[in-house]
């Protein structure tokens, strides 16, 4: 693996799933794996879990840890080719990818989408210009477009709990005060895709996502009808795509509830916004999973760290 830039990089599930629970008992087995060689991380948007559960997952693997918040405390980038830098950009993406990679090994990059112009947060102008300029493994931290590491903790989490092979798993859209990007319901729903899981989509009529990434996954949008005997309820909200970046629902009936949630189990990402997205009583409860997929990105990231050591051979 060059990359880990989407869950298309993954080329076998069922062996990286075997690996995490591998790292997952002993974390510290190949402690010695990555001395000598430097992580940089470097962050365009606010992180909590991505930061440090990926920074863990390095020192568990006996590299040096660099991090960065290039919004606020690099240089401001150009991206475009042959542009005259005659205005607020310092830098131009080509030298500043080109010198990371003098002082990294390996470089994660964390750059969300402005959900103002569909166009632009699809061409993911600052992961890709990364990608092309950089001379070391690049691994996303969530881009416009995609979040594989959380995809990969939700998987493993999913895989810890489940009771049958084939348990149904609802995504559901909840209401969400501010426009947010699809990245995650995207990497969810492929990486779902790729674990051939029973899995059904709800959410409020003008909310489908990109159909590309969806594909045949039907799609319910009676929340309460979706939800009768799911195993999982991955709970996210995101803004339109069609209309994209509008927030046209508030709706508090879309919440996620104790009652609603029966018998589920109840998954987010996290950060999550109480009695907004869900009410106290399912994040207070024992059906909620939400911590254990934060540790399980430690896990997700140590995974994805080891394999590019290892097949990079750097
Ligand atoms: N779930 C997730 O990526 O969390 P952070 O935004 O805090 O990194």
Redesign the pocket.
């Known amino acids: 693996m060059k990359n880990y830039l989407t869950t298309k990089d993954i080329d076998s599930l069922p062996q990286w799933l075997s690996d995490a629970f591998k790292i997952k008992q002993n974390p510290l087995a190949n402690n010695k794996l990555g001395l000598n060689k430097t992580l940089g991380l470097f962050f365009f948007?606010?992180?909590?879990?991505?930061?440090?559960?990926t920074q863990k997952a390095a020192i568990n693997l006996g590299m040096d840890v660099m991090i960065m918040n290039f919004g606020e405390e690099g240089w401001a980038l150009e991206y475009k080719d042959g542009s005259i830098m005659d205005k607020g950009s310092a830098e131009h993406v080509k030298e500043a990818a080109q010198v990371l990679s003098q002082y990294c090994d390996i470089i994660g990059i964390?750059a969300f989408a402005g959900l103002n112009n569909k166009k632009l947060d699809e061409e993911e102008l600052i992961l890709n210009s990364f990608k092309k300029y950089t001379t070391v493994p690049v691994i996303n931290?969530?881009s416009s477009l995609s979040?594989p590491?959380?995809a990969l903790a939700d998987v493993i989490t999913i895989t810890e709990h489940k009771k049958n092979v084939s348990p149904k798993i609802v995504l559901s859209w909840a209401p969400h005060p501010r426009a947010l990007p699809h990245a995650?319901a995207n990497s969810f729903v492929k990486m779902m895709h790729l674990n051939k899981a029973d899995l059904l989509i709800t959410h409020p009529a003008g909310y489908e996502l990109d159909h590309r990434i969806t594909m045949n996954t039907p799609i319910e949008y009676n929340q309460e009808k979706a939800l009768e005997n799911a195993d999982f309820v991955y709970v996210k909200n995101w803004s339109s795509y069609n209309d994209y970046g509008m927030v046209m629902n508030t709706s508090p009936n879309w919440m996620i509830t104790s009652k609603k949630l029966d018998q589920a189990k109840f998954m987010h990402?996290?950060?999550v916004r109480r009695n907004v997205v869900v009410e106290d009583s399912v994040l207070d409860g024992n059906q909620s999973l939400v911590i254990e997929?934060?540790n399980n990105?430690t896990y997700a990231a140590q995974l994805v760290l080891q394999k590019l050591l290892e097949d990079q051979r750097i």
């Open positions: 948007n606010n992180s909590l879990r991505t930061r440090l559960s964390r931290m969530e979040h590491l959380q995650v990402c996290l950060p997929q934060a990105r």
